[in-house]
Nanobody
Framework: QVQLVESGGGLVQPGGPLRLSCAAS????????MGWYRQSPGKQRELAAQ???????IFTNSVKGRVTISRDNGNDTVYLHMNSLKPEDTAVYYC???????????WGQGTQVTVSS
């Protein structure tokens, strides 16, 4: 089993930065991919960014240039660094992880990010 705990969400003013963290607790499994989805009100969940084998990918066009993803392999924590936040970035952000040898995707509980003045 893998448990993911997200933190760092909250209310931020437009143009501000925010860093989300997701810490994974695992037993003997090795996590090979971690990333973030987000779901805005009334919209489908979308893949925002992922990092796998040291390579990072940003999928959501609307955040390219404003978002980076990084991972601390030592403690299985993934970070989503967001800058120049916009009201349309308001969403629940979900962390996920994929584990070697297991087909399941593990999810965090979600953290709310609200961009508003």
């Amino acid at each position: 089993q893998v448990q993911l705990v997200e933190s760092g969400g909250g209310l931020v003013q437009p143009g501000g930065p925010l860093r989300l963290s997701c810490a994974a607790s695992r037993r003997s499994h090795r996590i090979y991919r971690m990333g973030w989805y987000r779901q805005s009100p009334g919209k489908q969940r979308e893949l925002a960014a992922q990092i796998s084998s040291g390579r990072s990918f940003i999928f959501t066009n609307s955040v390219k240039g404003r978002v980076t993803i990084s991972r601390d392999n030592g403690n299985d924590t993934v970070y989503l660094h967001m800058n120049s936040l916009k009201p349309e970035d308001t969403a629940v952000y979900y962390c996920y992880a994929n584990v070697v040898g297991l087909s399941s995707t593990y999810w965090g509980q979600g953290t709310q990010v609200t961009v508003s003045s």
